[in-house]
């Protein structure tokens, strides 16, 4: 799922599936990087270890054809309540991942209303919104695991751009805990991180 561009070739974070690809592969590299030994492990979201997680991550996915076919909270009700990865939860969020993708990517989709719990969005909000949950939490999952917790910077320039209008808003919703302060040499990472109220340090 790895986007490969042409050499010095730019990509267009216009795009909404630009970013979303972007947003996968860091919670996709972070997933398959997951030891056996690993998924009881704690994470910086204190109420999730690694299996749950990436349960919730799943979670949010297998919302993605319903909701893109204009389907409504309500209809889908608790459909994907519960655990959801069974015995294999690498081949679960791959699953999981090809089915969003291929639902984003229909001819017409960012054309398209998202019903949504607080309101009716654009496909393209929606998007964007669920690609700042995987890539924050793709940094989450890689300081649970020991890996690489770096994340493609032009993407954590866009999300921080992005997040930042409505960054009190999604605080006093209960979806971020409130900002942290950075050093104003902080990198464009570390603000984006501590934007969502986890310590980038």
């Known amino acids: 799922m790895s986007i ?40 910086p979201c204190a109420e999730w270890n690694v ?11 297998l919302w993605v054809p ?5 389907r409504t909270i309500v209809e889908v009700g608790d459909a994907f309540e519960g655990d959801q990865l069974g015995d294999d939860p690498k081949a679960i ?13 229909e001819p017409g989709a960012m054309q398209r209303t998202v019903h949504l719990s607080y309101g009716d969005v654009p496909a393209r909000h929606y998007i964007i919104e669920l690609s ?30 992005w997040i930042l209008p409505h960054a ?18 902080a990198s464009q990472q570390d603000r984006l991180i501590a934007l969502s109220g986890r310590d980038p340090s």
């Open 51 to 61: 299996r749950a997680l990436v349960n919730h991550l799943v979670y949010e996915l």
């Open 132 to 161: 700042s949950d995987l890539a924050i939490h793709a940094w989450d999952l890689a300081r649970g695991i020991g890996a690489d917790d770096q994340l493609d910077a032009d993407l954590s320039r866009f999300l921080y751009e």
């Open 93 to 105: 969020w791959e699953a999981a991942s090809v089915a969003s993708r291929s639902a984003i990517e």
């Open 4 to 43: 490969e561009p042409e050499p010095g070739a730019e990509l267009d974070l216009s795009d909404p599936l630009v970013i979303n690809a972007l947003a996968l592969d860091e919670f996709d590299r972070r997933v398959h990087a997951i030891g056996d030994d690993q998924w009881d492990d704690p994470t």
């Open 66 to 70: 319903p909701l893109m076919e204009g």
């Open 168 to 185: 009190d808003a999604l605080s006093g919703s209960g979806a971020f805990a409130p900002a942290r302060s950075v050093h104003e040499d």
